[in-house]
């Protein structure tokens, strides 16, 4: 249950986009909704600890289902998770995600310094193809046979995306974006937000022959004082066809958002022990039959064993971890405000050696309110890889954090309560700022404390919180 409907969010790329697409004619050509019946799979709503879902239940077939999906509106592959330098802690959020059902392509990439207490984040949204960059048939692959990978983006790519640094005024239509440098091709739209400002700008062409970062200017449009800067940005994972959960290659990079700070990320992951199911069948219960239009796929590599190095600031530091990967395809949400799915996630690795994926779905105008529960519902796997889909509750204690970008107040710690498994887990983040605050489409995302207990025992590990409403 991890992300929005960025078609919705980011306001007016869908339209324009969709515009684009419109002469795109696209040739399916990668792995299908499974055949198997939908298992009768109801949520768990006893206090006591129930048998797991049966492994005969698991729709999804992996390999095979880690690769890209044909026609799916939505899909993404999403690592997460808490690295380790020495003393040094680091939480951080790598993506890549096609939503071909509002045709264009979205990174997000941050990372948190806790020690530094600072956040750097950058979303990008790529145009699609003939004028675009993004192609849906080619930005991750479909065939089983093969290497898997997905990528957007490029690191020698100078015009990468974005950065509007003044939204500027009075713009009646979106200006036209110009480039002048000692290159050629690069090309972009800019989106206005609902007061006349230039809000984003999505990514076409990069362009080639630029040797240095080309002085970007906003045109016409009725309106003036908009600004923005081209930054470099990409993601491109890669794993061998024999067992694309293992041996994972992860390599990003970002320049945040506000302050152009460059980081890289180059990362190594190993998927330890069975993955999880979603649900503990890999589809949403309500599914009625199999259909990527219809129905949310979801499995999660939740005990990544991770090593690489991370770049900021001058430094390059050495990390391991044990990290996490959620790959989500398939309907999820519709294109109006009544029909965004928005949410309260915890993502939690226990000490224990089991992990857990607790959500509360939540409605058009929710505001976290201090002590108001959230009806939600837990995956729970056990170390020897049985999972349980079971009832919980969520509830925001402490006090909120206010974002100085956008507005929006988040919770800053969670209590999670999980009846059947005796389980009260206090969920606290180790950094206030960890938002993603992208114009229409702000989300938090960041690494967390878990601190509770377990089963009856006293329990830590690492966790992570995301809220999007």
């Keep these: 249950m991890r992300r929005a409907s960025w078609g919705t969010r980011l306001v007016g790329i869908g339209l324009v986009v969709a515009a684009i697409a419109a002469i795109v004619k696209k040739k399916p050509s990668a792995v299908t909704a499974p055949s198997v019946p939908v298992p009768d799979n109801p949520l768990w709503r006893g206090t006591t600890k129930p048998a797991p879902v049966p492994e005969r239940d698991v729709v999804l077939s992996l390999p095979k289902d880690m690769y890209r999906h044909a026609g799916a509106p939505t899909e993404w592959w999403w690592h997460i998770g808490t690295l380790r330098a020495g003393d040094r802690v680091f939480g951080f959020d790598i993506n890549a995600a096609s939503f071909d059902g509002q045709h264009f392509g979205m990174s997000q990439i941050s990372l948190s310094?806790?020690?530094?207490?600072?956040?750097?984040?950058?979303?990008?949204?790529?145009?699609?193809?003939?004028?675009?960059?993004?192609?849906?048939?080619?930005?991750?692959e479909g065939d089983p046979s093969k290497q898997w990978y997905a990528r957007l983006g490029d690191p020698e790519w100078l015009v990468g995306g974005f950065s509007v640094t003044d939204t500027g005024s009075g713009y009646t239509e979106a200006p036209s974006v110009h480039f002048e440098g000692d290159g050629t091709g690069a090309s972009a739209i800019a989106i206005l937000d609902d007061v006349g400002g230039v809000t984003q700008i999505i990514l076409l062409k990069p362009g080639s022959?630029?040797?240095?970062?080309?002085?970007?200017?906003?045109?016409?449009?009725?309106?003036?004082?908009?600004?923005?800067?081209?930054?470099?940005?990409?993601?491109?994972?890669?794993?061998?066809?024999a067992d694309p959960t293992r041996d994972i290659s992860v390599a990003a990079v970002l320049q945040d958002?506000?302050?152009?700070?460059?980081?890289?990320?180059?990362?190594?992951?190993?998927?330890?022990?069975?993955?999880?199911?979603?649900?503990?069948?890999?589809?949403?219960?309500?599914?009625?039959?199999?259909?990527?239009?219809?129905?949310?796929?979801?499995?999660?590599?939740?005990?990544?064993?991770?090593?690489?190095?991370?770049?900021?600031?001058?430094?390059?530091?050495?990390?391991?971890?044990?990290?996490?990967m959620d790959h989500e395809y398939g309907?999820?949400?519709?294109?109006?405000?009544?029909?965004?799915?928005?949410?309260?996630?915890?993502?939690?690795?226990?000490?224990?050696?089991?992990?857990?994926?607790?959500?509360?779905?939540?409605?058009?105008?929710?505001?976290?309110?201090?002590?108001v529960s959230v009806d939600a519902f837990?995956?729970?796997?056990?170390?020897?890889?049985?999972?349980?889909?079971?009832?919980?509750?969520?509830?925001?204690?402490?006090?909120?954090?206010?974002?100085?970008s956008t507005g929006n107040s988040y919770a800053q710690q969670f209590r999670v309560e999980i009846p059947s498994f005796d389980a009260d887990i206090l969920v606290s983040t180790r950094l206030q700022d960890q938002e993603f605050s992208a114009s229409g489409?702000?989300?938090?995302?960041?690494?967390?404390?878990?601190?509770?207990?377990?089963?009856?025992?006293?329990?830590?590990?690492d966790a992570w919180i995301e809220q999007a409403f």
């Design 209 to 241: 022959g630029y040797t240095t970062t080309p002085t970007v200017t906003l045109v016409g449009g009725g309106g003036s004082g908009a600004t923005a800067v081209a930054v470099r940005h990409s993601v491109m994972m890669t794993a061998p066809q």
């Design 257 to 324: 958002a506000k302050t152009l700070d460059e980081v890289e990320f180059d990362l190594t992951l190993s998927q330890q022990g069975r993955p999880m199911f979603v649900f503990g069948t890999g589809v949403e219960p309500s599914a009625k039959r199999q259909s990527l239009q219809k129905d949310n796929y979801y499995f999660s590599l939740t005990r990544l064993k991770a090593s690489g190095t991370v770049r900021f600031g001058g430094e390059t530091f050495t990390v391991t971890g044990t990290t996490w």
């Design 441 to 461: 489409a702000p989300i938090y995302e960041g690494t967390a404390e878990p601190t509770g207990t377990f089963l009856g025992a006293r329990v830590s590990g």
């Design 113 to 140: 310094d806790v020690q530094g207490g600072r956040h750097y984040e950058r979303t990008q949204v790529y145009g699609p193809k003939p004028f675009g960059v993004f192609d849906v048939d080619t930005w991750a």
């Design 378 to 404: 837990a995956t729970i796997q056990e170390p020897d890889g049985d999972i349980y889909y079971v009832a919980s509750t969520i509830t925001p204690v402490g006090e909120l954090w206010t974002s100085p």
């Design 331 to 371: 309907f999820f949400g519709g294109n109006s405000a009544d029909t965004r799915v928005r949410w309260l996630l915890q993502d939690i690795q226990l000490d224990n050696g089991y992990t857990l994926s607790t959500a509360g779905m939540i409605g058009e105008g929710y505001k976290p309110e201090i002590d």
